[in-house]
Nanobody
Framework: QVQLVESGGGLVQAGGSLRLSCAAS????????MGWFRQAPGKEREFVAA????????YYADSVKGRFTISRDNAKKMVYLQMNSLKPEDTALYYC?????????????WGQGTQVTVSS
């Protein structure tokens, strides 16, 4: 059974930093792509960042470009999200997601989420 477990969320002041981690286990297939999404109260879930597992290409939402960095550790099956210069509007539940095929548009596997709260 595939499991994605996020960690690293918390409360931080505006301008601060947090590093989220996601551990993948129970995989019986090669990962194609892993990403981070977030959902704020009353809003739809939105894409934050993603990385291709084979070559490390990265993709970012415009709202986080230059502030967030996604990285991966293939051997440990971990993906990270370094978040700098955090803003109150970054407050959300952050989810890790994985899919088998890099080129697909949707993610098959999701974690339970980790809460990030940025105070002004």
């Amino acid at each position: 059974q595939v499991q994605l477990v996020e960690s690293g969320g918390g409360l931080v002041q505006a301008g601060g930093s947090l590093r989220l981690s996601c551990a993948a286990s129970g995989l019986t297939f090669r990962i194609g792509n892993m990403g981070w999404f977030r959902q704020a109260p009353g809003k739809e879930r939105e894409f934050v960042a993603a990385t291709s597992w084979s070559d490390g290409r990265t993709y970012y939402a415009d709202s986080v470009k230059g502030r967030f960095t996604i990285s991966r550790d293939n051997a440990k099956k971990m993906v990270y999200l370094q978040m700098n210069s955090l803003k109150p509007e970054d407050t959300a539940l952050y989810y890790c997601a994985a899919r088998k095929n890099d080129g697909d548009s949707s993610y098959e596997y999701w974690g339970q989420g980790t809460q990030v709260t940025v105070s002004s």
